[in-house]
């Protein structure tokens, strides 16, 4: 890939720890949410950021 310069990189892996966090306080921001959504919300979280590689396993550049 050409385009793939360390900078790049960093911020794809920056994106892929951060996307499920975004998906979680999204769904969260409605008025009709409840306290049992936001530990539901919690649960699926934990489960993606389990599934998540390890940080070190990104190799971000300096």
């Not at 360390?6 to 996307?19: C, F, G, H, Q, S």
């Amino acid at each position: 890939m050409l385009n793939e310069t360390p900078e790049k990189l960093n911020v794809e892996a920056v994106n892929t720890l951060l996307r499920p966090v975004k998906s979680v306080v999204k769904s969260l921001e409605f008025k009709t949410t409840t306290l049992v959504d936001c530990f539901v919300e919690l649960i699926k979280l934990t489960q993606k950021i389990k599934s998540l590689l390890p940080v070190s396993d990104y190799d971000f550049k300096y």
